[in-house]
């Protein structure tokens, strides 16, 4: 009548980034890590993300390279981007995770934080980026970053203005949306 | 006698056809009337000596003719002759004299497999019957045909059909493990167990070990060279002679599962539950099949059920421990009364959940008493075996307990889910289904289904409440109901119900398979959101690349298509010119 007990810790990701408990991660070492322990990461990570079953967050492996990742976000309810769907690409450093991924939107984004080549300005993808995140997390705070963008340091200006008039906004994002074929 | 004058004449050329023509219909009709359809007793001794009292130049063609008849009697009831088997051992060893000499096996393959298509392959027999008719087939043939070349041809469609089954591997397990071939009519049928078969393998295989081919013993070779037989004309050249050799019924049963993994899983899950039910710690049965199992399978592969066998040992070993220890602690410190409940009446099983087949896990809310029980015979655990801690499923087990009413008392070995719904009525007589489910802390449609059991032992009674969906269950007190519940009062030592209304604690290897596919299908949602559209052989690809942890992705394309179609069929996802889309 016993078994052993395994224990689900389940966090949401705002935009900045937030405490995190779980530490499966060991101390960095900086440059001697090798790659096949960045694969078994990715693949870990991967796992996790299948079988989270977050909705509107999806990222996979494109087909040789593990390094080498599609994402999909959509738009969350209630903001101005609802209905509409945002592919990314991720590429992993092969010095993942003590170094962060290069996320970049593959679509269009009208966004504040995000410039016309799809770069995305965002603090855990940058100087406040830890070990402790993953795809899942990453994605879960791009997701919260459309509707909660940062407009003090934009890199849309225009996007930026816009933001305070939602229902302009919303029209320019219907505007623009192009959705992937 | 007009033959006889005949012949003296002159005219025995004349007659000879006449004559034949009418010895032979005397003969029909005698080997009809003999052979008839008592398969019982052995008729080819009889019709040999009614063949001796004929003319001797009559005698060959005669002997012939006689076997020939018999031979297509014999094979035209072979079925019957084999559902009767071992009874039928006679007729079979005619048939096999009769064949002998007149070589006709393929006409007995040929009927034997039209009769099986017709009679035993259709949709109304139960697997059970198919798997025992396959098994006597197999010790019939043998009988016959010690080299296997017709059974291999006979069992061929069995096989096939077998395949085609769900029920196949739990119905084989289960005949492997009963003693009694789940079919427990009689001391007729012994001949079934298929228990008995991993002993007579046993015994082989200690006395000859012709399976290998690493036969270092020169004597014994030189004796398997002694007997080694050309393969009979029939065979198929192309299959090779080496599998056809052996004629092993478990081997052969084994072969229509396709592995013996599958097999050993099933055992597993059938082993898991049969233990999680057990009470006592009595599991010397489970022993002797475990090792039998273990000779022919190998160690490795039954390694985990090794394992949970042990565990039980092991329980029984520390459910002691734990008790003396507690009790002697009580005695000094006097605290047990307040519970008033006594740690005798708890046994537990403790099990390493690793290599026990996956648990349904239900949450439960025991009785309070029950539950302190629980924790502190959870304490005591910890203090005995730092740093292991248990932790209870609550959900599993037996409980025994008895109802005690006004006029009688009865007793119940129920789930502990039947035993947390009726303790609630010890103080609250009655009971709406939604506070009833709120206070076991299980789901209403759990409660529902559960409850029905006090309802059909005429304990509860269940009546409508304002809201259709929530029902008032109330107690059945005394008198009123003995009558209602007439036979049962008599006897109660009722069955675990777990059994009864088909509820597993262990999840079954279907089970096990759909969570399989469950992961698939979310790794096939995941690539399929970010890449669109895909081809079969790309997702088969992804899956094996990237679909790596527990479970290893290690299904074959055909599998996988088969799959797929199946989430098509659930308009999950669509496929359009040989590529699959998610459904929008």
């Known amino acids: ?89 991720l590429s992993f450093p092969n010095d993942y995770p003590f170094k962060s991924p290069k996320v970049k939107f593959e679509t269009g984004c009208f966004h504040p934080n995000v410039d016309v080549y799809g770069n995305i300005c965002l603090d855990i993808l940058q100087d406040k980026w830890s070990s402790a995140y993953d795809v899942r997390t990453i994605l879960l705070s791009i997701q919260s970053l459309l509707g909660e963008p940062n407009t003090s340091s934009p890199l849309n200006t225009q996007a930026a203005s816009l933001w305070g008039n939602q229902e302009e906004y919303r029209k320019m994002v219907e505007k623009l949306y192009k959705p992937a074929a | 006698m007009v033959v006889r004058d005949l012949r003296s004449l002159g005219f025995t050329s004349m007659t000879d056809d006449a004559y034949a023509s009418a010895i032979f219909l005397l003969l029909k009709a005698k080997v009809h009337d003999l052979a008839g359809d008592d398969y019982r007793s052995s008729i080819l001794e009889s019709i040999k000596g009614w063949i001796q009292d004929v003319p001797l130049q009559w005698q060959l063609r005669l002997e012939y003719f006689a076997y020939e008849t018999l031979q297509d009697l014999r094979i035209a009831k072979l079925f019957e002759i084999i559902v009767d088997y071992p009874d039928s051992s006679p007729a079979i060893e005619d048939l096999k004299q009769c064949l002998e000499y007149t070589g006709q096996h393929s006409k007995l393959v040929d009927s034997f497999i039209s009769a099986l298509q017709y009679r035993l392959l259709t949709a109304g027999a139960s697997t059970n019957d198919i798997l025992h008719q396959y098994v006597s087939t197999i010790k019939a043939l043998r009988t016959i045909d010690p080299a296997g070349v017709f059974l291999e041809a006979v069992g061929e469609p069995i096989r096939e059909y077998l395949k085609g089954r769900k029920d196949t591997i739990k119905c084989i397990v289960t005949m492997l493990t009963d003693g009694t071939g789940g079919n427990p009519s009689g001391p007729g049928n012994t001949g079934d167990s298929l228990l008995e078969e991993l002993n007579r393998d046993e015994e082989n295989q200690e006395n000859t070990g012709v399976d290998d081919d690493i036969n270092t013993d020169d004597k014994q070779a030189w004796i398997n060279a002694q007997h080694w037989e050309p393969d009979p004309v029939e065979a198929d050249p192309l299959k090779g002679s080496r599998s056809r050799r052996k004629v092993d019924i478990l081997g052969m049963i084994v072969g229509i599962i396709g592995s013996k993994d599958q097999l050993v899983n099933e055992y597993r899950v059938m082993l898991a539950e049969k233990l999680l039910n057990k009470s006592d710690y009595d599991i010397d049965s489970e022993i002797r099949t475990l090792e039998l199992l273990k000779i022919h399978f190998g160690e490795s592969s039954m390694q985990r059920c090794e394992i949970m066998l042990n565990d039980l040992i092991d329980s029984k070993r520390t459910n002691t421990n734990i008790k003396a220890t507690i009790n002697q602690l009580s005695q000094t410190g006097g605290e047990v009364g307040e519970n008033g409940v006594s740690l005798d009446i708890l046994n537990s099983t403790i099990i390493s959940s690793n290599f026990w087949p996956p648990i349904q896990d239900e949450a439960l809310n025991i009785p309070g008493p029950v539950d302190q029980l629980l924790s502190d015979y959870a304490k005591r655990f910890n203090e005995i075996k730092t740093p292991r801690k248990l932790q209870w499923k609550k959900n599993l087990g037996a409980v ?94 009722e069955l675990l119900v777990g059994d009864e209304d088909g509820e597993r604690s262990v999840a079954s290897v279907e089970d096990q398979l759909r969570k399989e596919m469950a992961v698939y299908e979310k790794f096939i949602t995941g690539m399929l959101t970010n890449f669109g559209s895909m081809a079969l052989d790309r997702i088969h690809n992804t899956l094996k690349m990237f679909c790596v942890a527990d479970p290893p992705y290690d299904k074959s394309l055909q599998q996988l298509q088969g799959f797929l179609s199946g989430l098509v069929a659930e308009e999950k996802i669509e496929i359009r010119d040989g590529v699959y889309f998610l459904k929008k």
């Not at chain 1, 009548?1 to 779980?22: E, F, K, L, R, Y």
């Not at chain 2, 502990?416 to 299980?442: C, E, R, Y």
Request: glycine residues 6%; hydrophobic residues 35%.
């Open chain 1, 1 to 89: 009548m016993t078994t052993i007990n395994s224990n689900n810790q389940d966090n949401n990701m705002p935009v900045t980034a937030p405490a995190i408990t779980a530490s499966k991660q060991p101390l960095p070492t900086a440059k001697s890590v090798d790659t096949q322990s960045v694969l078994k990461r990715l693949q870990s990570e991967l796992m996790a993300l299948m079988m989270s079953g977050d909705s509107g967050i999806s990222a996979f492996p494109e087909e040789d390279n593990i390094f080498c990742w599609k994402g999909t976000i959509t738009g969350s309810k209630d903001t101005v981007f609802e209905g509409t769907e945002y592919k990314l690409s």
């Open chain 2, 400 to 493: 025994k307990l008895e109802l005690q009413f006004e006029d009688r008392a009865l007793q119940f070995t129920v789930a502990p889910v039947h035993a947390s719904i009726i303790m609630q009525f010890q103080d609250q007589t009655s009971w709406t289904s939604k506070n009833l489910a709120a206070a076991i802390g299980i789901p209403m449609d759990v409660l529902n289904r559960r409850i029905s059991f006090w309802i059909s032992k005429g304990i509860l009674a269940e009546s409508l409440g304002a809201d259709s969906n929530d029902h008032t269950f109330t107690l059945v007190d005394g008198m009123a109901d003995t009558s209602k519940t007439g036979g049962n009062s008599g006897s109660c030592d």
